[in-house]
């Protein structure tokens, strides 16, 4: 039973390129979760979604950044025209269920992403 | 955002008990206790979860207070792979969408 997937492990962008990470819930998980961390801090909550549709973006930055979860296929975080400070790792996690649920959440290996 | 607060770091002998504690005075009736861990930057792993009751896996032990006040995260005999950092985050019955994940604490497990 494979874990949370994403790919790719280490990406290398220039300033201004786009950014493409994508996350593969575990079987039977409906739900996802994308969460950034800066070197030296704690993981900080991007977006949740379901199955084609986003639950609460609260922690997406306003523009630039765009989460999608389509019926079929991975879950896919875009960055667009990158800059340096987007340089982090980039965590998904998935659960079950979501909403009043206690189900913990499973997290990925993560995406690491440095911009030059 | 995060609503802990826990030392920044902590050292261990292998073998011996690590007690892991977490503040959370501002807890309210409907929000969880979770731990995850994180080893050498990898995904988080979860370890524990308690609402009111002390709780017991395969990991550790999570002890809560009689106020839900602080809790404390007992890993029975640490090793040197639970070297890593624990989060101690409180999580909302009503609003489980995400996680606040503070600073942590490092734990060094030494020989």
């Known amino acids: 039973n494979a874990g949370v997937m994403q790919n790719p492990r280490h990406l290398v962008r220039r300033r201004g390129q786009e950014a493409r990470l994508r996350c593969s819930p575990m079987?039977?998980?409906?739900?996802v979760y994308w969460y950034r961390q800066l070197p030296e801090e704690g993981l900080k909550f991007m977006v949740y979604?379901?199955?084609?549709?986003?639950?609460?973006e609260s922690g997406m930055p306003k523009e630039r950044f765009s989460a999608e979860f389509p019926k079929e296929g991975p879950s896919i975080l875009r960055i667009q025209q990158v800059v340096r400070g987007d340089s982090a790792a980039y965590f998904c996690?998935?659960?079950?269920?979501?909403?009043?649920?206690?189900?913990?959440?499973?997290f990925g290996p993560g995406t690491r992403l440095t911009v030059l | 955002d995060a609503k802990t607060t826990q030392p920044p770091s902590m050292d261990c002998a292998e073998g011996r008990a690590a007690n892991l504690p977490c503040n959370h005075s501002?807890?309210?009736?409907?929000?969880?206790v979770y731990w995850y861990r994180q080893i050498h930057s990898q995904g988080p792993q979860y370890i524990i979860h308690?609402?009111?009751n002390n709780e017991t896996n395969e990991m550790a032990s999570l002890i809560i207070t009689e106020d839900r006040k602080s809790s404390t995260l007992i890993l029975p005999h640490a090793t040197l792979r639970d070297t890593a950092v624990y989060y101690c985050?409180?999580?909302?019955?009503?609003?489980?969408?995400?996680?606040?994940f503070g600073s942590g604490t490092k734990l060094n497990v030494k020989p």
């Open positions: 996690a998935s659960s079950p269920t979501g909403g009043n649920s206690y189900n913990e959440q499973f």
């Open positions: 079987k039977g998980h409906s739900h």
């Open positions: 979604l379901q199955k084609e549709n986003i639950i609460d």
């Open positions: 501002t807890i309210s009736g409907n929000e969880y």
């Open positions: 308690g609402l009111k």
């Open positions: 985050i409180v999580r909302d019955l009503y609003n489980f969408n995400k996680f606040y």
